[in-house]
Every structure is written in structure tokens, then in C-alpha cells.
């Protein structure tokens, strides 16, 4: 069972992608690899092309990356979310 005290102390990641259809494919892509994700407005303090970021437990940082390679989906970088 996950506490809040568990949750607080999780860090997330976001991938920044080039536009909402590489967003929505990354999303796909994730999910039928396993990995529990989900899509975000880009924070203020980011740039991208698109408005939206995929949201993501920092643990999972190098599944993320395989699966997005092995899927040739485009991204612009992977980031701790502070």
C-alpha cells in the first residue's frame, strides 16, 4: 500500500516531446511497455514545441528511454521533475 509519506518522497521524471501526436504515440508506446505514465502540460520554467510532457516515476528513467528508441519516437529530453 502506498502512503502519502511514500508518494511525497517519489521523484518523477518528464519527457519533453516535439509535438502533441509524438505526446499521444510516447503515451501508447509506455503504457503497452508497462510503464505507468501520463501526459502533462509543460511547466512554465520548460520550453518545448508542444504543450504537453509525459509524466513519469524517475525509477523507470531508462525502461522509458529503451521503449521510446525501440518505438523510434522522437523526444527532445528526459528531466527530473522538481
Known sequence: MVTKQDDATRQYGIV???STSHAIRAEKVL???GISCRLIPVPRH???DCGLALCFEWSDRGKVAT???AAQ???ERILLLN
Open 46 to 48: 520548460l520550453s518545448s
Open 31 to 33: 503504457n503497452a511497455a
Open 67 to 69: 521503449a521510446l528508441r
Open 16 to 18: 519533453l516531446l516535439p
Open 73 to 75: 519516437v522522437n523526444y
